[in-house]
């Protein structure tokens, strides 16, 4: 059955760096992209990336370029999401989700057909 587990969330301080992952199953992962989506308490949910089911298309919001790189490995059936120079307002519960297509589309429902469980970052000094 399709599962999405991420992991790797905690605390950390700002400046600081994490490592997210979203361990993928039960589908054939290279060809969907995947997308991460993140939600600050109070707010709504926010598209972040998204990596392309070969890997050669990534797309970050612009509240995060330049600071997070997305990566995949279709071999280990993995997403990463390397976040540096986190800041305050990057606190959130941090979603993986699995695109209908194998392009990066829009950060819509429309677009996502599986969500994982979240893992919770915390920025705090």
């Known amino acids: 059955q399709l599962q999405l587990v991420e992991s790797g969330g905690g605390l950390v301080q700002p400046g600081g760096s994490l490592r997210l992952s979203c361990a993928a199953s039960?589908?054939?992962?290279?060809?969907?992209?995947i997308y991460w989506f993140r939600q600050a308490p109070g707010k709504e949910r926010e598209g972040v990336s998204c990596i392309s089911g070969s890997g050669r298309g990534i797309d970050y919001a612009d509240s995060v370029n330049g600071r997070f790189t997305i990566s995949r490995d279709n071999a280990e059936n993995t997403v990463f999401l390397q976040m540096n120079s986190v800041k305050f307002e990057d606190t959130a519960v941090y979603y993986c989700?699995?695109?209908?297509?194998?392009?990066?589309?829009?950060?819509?429902?429309?677009?996502?057909?599986?969500w994982g469980q979240g893992t919770q970052v915390t920025i705090s000094s």
């Open positions: 989700a699995r695109s209908r297509y194998s392009y990066c589309a829009r950060y819509t429902a429309e677009s996502i057909d599986s």
């Open positions: 039960g589908f054939v992962f290279d060809h969907h992209a």
